[in-house]
């Protein structure tokens, strides 16, 4: 074959030349293809040839496939940067990227955001848009750069135009925020629905937060909750309690406790504590499960080990009550003030209460008058039960020197020292 390829006329020979680059182009988008499908293995085999022979996209794509590792190749940031590198070499925008990447998490190399950013920017120099959403990030957060919600919307929006997905979504929010500039609600949505569409779970999520919440759009639950469902069905665990919790309220669709946990406890194993406390809940009032208070003391010390406050309120509810065990005010007492500690307002009354009576501690009426004006500082939501009587049946108790003494005292925990009890 060789030897004809020599005694052929010129156009032939020029065809000849040609026909192998097209191949080879053609491999590339092969072994990218396979990638993209998450065949990782035949990926490798079609791109690590041409990247031996020197092409720079063949080059980062392999970079890529060790950067991930996975069905068959090995993880490795070493081999990763290394080939990152090589395609670097030839100015080439996916290698430079990389190699941005892995200066700015510290993967094969040692972390240097200012190294990360320069190589962003050549990268988004040449239009990868990949590189300007990064370029954006460093910009918002101040890293390797000055801190400049400005520049970071400009740099999304260059993303963002491009139809990249996280640019799309970032932008979205800065406008709607209105961070580096006016804000532009009606944008924002408009943004935030192009990246949903592309499947971006923070956009799905923050489009049914937005519906949810009436920002930016009129307030509709049954939006919200189609919004949270996409997010949630990827596993995106705010959206999972956020979708629990209208099934809980029937907030645009029907009421239902069963549907209402189920959710929860997609979000309880994805480590969210208010959802491991809904679940608590649920379980000690039989609301969509069996009744069953040792299960509600599972959840309920699951997120007490994350310091969730109202985790341990509810702890200390069950032992107050005497719910699944003997009643044991002083144990009640004892997860109430680890609750107070954390602000919790329920817990902080509860407290004051427990000091007025005498329940478990010694009788001090002036902790329980600071206590009760502390939780009241903290109740954002209205949650305490007739705050200002029972503040005003504390204060009777009070002498004008003890008064004196339990306004300090409240005065002091509210300007954030210890709490700390008799």
């Known amino acids: ?65 060790y950067y991930r590792g996975g069905d068959g190749v090995p993880q490795s940031f070493d081999d990763s940067v290394a080939w990152a590198k090589k395609s670097a070499e030839q100015n080439n925008p996916c290698g430079l990227n990389s190699l941005g990447v892995s200066y700015r998490f510290g ?41 400049s919600d400005a520049e970071a919307r400009a740099w999304y929006r260059k993303a963002a135009e491009q139809g990249n997905a996280m640019g799309q979504y970032r932008l979205g929010i800065l406008l709607l925020e209105g961070r580096g500039g006016e804000a532009a609600p009606e944008e924002a949505q408009q943004l935030l629905r192009a990246s949903a569409e592309q499947g971006l779970a923070d956009a799905q999520y923050s489009l049914g937060w937005m519906a949810n919440h009436g920002v930016g759009v009129k307030q509709d639950h049954g939006q919200a909750l ?58 000690a009032l039989g609301r969509g499960v069996q009744q069953d208070f040792d299960e ?50 329920r817990s902080l009354a509860k407290l004051a209460h427990f000091y007025a009576e005498g329940i478990s501690v010694t009788p001090d009426p002036v902790t329980a008058w600071a206590l009760q004006d502390t939780a009241m500082a903290y109740d954002r939501d209205g949650a305490l039960d007739a705050p200002e009587e029972r503040l005003m049946q504390m204060g009777q108790q009070l002498a004008p020197q003890q008064k004196g003494e339990a306004k300090a005292l409240a005065q002091s925990w509210q300007n954030g020292e210890e709490l700390v009890l008799p």
């Open 226 to 283: 189609e919004w949270y469902r996409l997010a949630a069905e990827q596993g995106y665990a705010p959206a999972q309690i956020n979708l629990g919790n209208l099934y809980a309220e029937g907030l645009g669709t029907s009421q239902d406790d069963e549907k209402a946990v189920g959710w929860y406890y997609e979000a309880a194993r994805n480590g969210v504590p208010a959802a491991q406390v809904n679940m608590g809940k649920h379980y």
């Open 296 to 345: 509600a003391m599972v959840w309920y010390q699951q997120a007490a080990e994350y310091g969730e406050p109202v985790a341990y309120l509810n702890v200390g509810l069950l032992y107050e009550n005497g719910q699944g065990r003997p009643a044991d005010p002083a144990e009640a007492a004892r997860w109430y003030r680890a609750a107070a500690e954390r602000g919790e307002p």
């Open 107 to 147: 993967q094969g190399v040692d972390p240097d955001a200012k190294t990360a950013f320069d190589y962003f920017t050549r990268a988004a120099a040449q239009g990868f848009d990949k590189a300007q959403f990064s370029l954006g990030n460093m910009h918002e957060l101040g890293e390797g750069t000055a801190q």
């Open 1 to 65: 074959m060789a030897d004809k390829t020599k005694r052929s006329w010129f156009g032939r020979t020029v065809l000849a030349a040609v026909m192998p680059m097209a191949a080879q182009a053609q491999t590339v988008q092969d072994g990218m293809a396979a990638f993209e499908q998450g065949d990782y293995t035949h990926a490798l085999e079609l791109l690590l040839p041409l990247a031996e022979q020197g092409d720079a996209e063949a080059q980062c794509q392999v970079g890529r496939l």
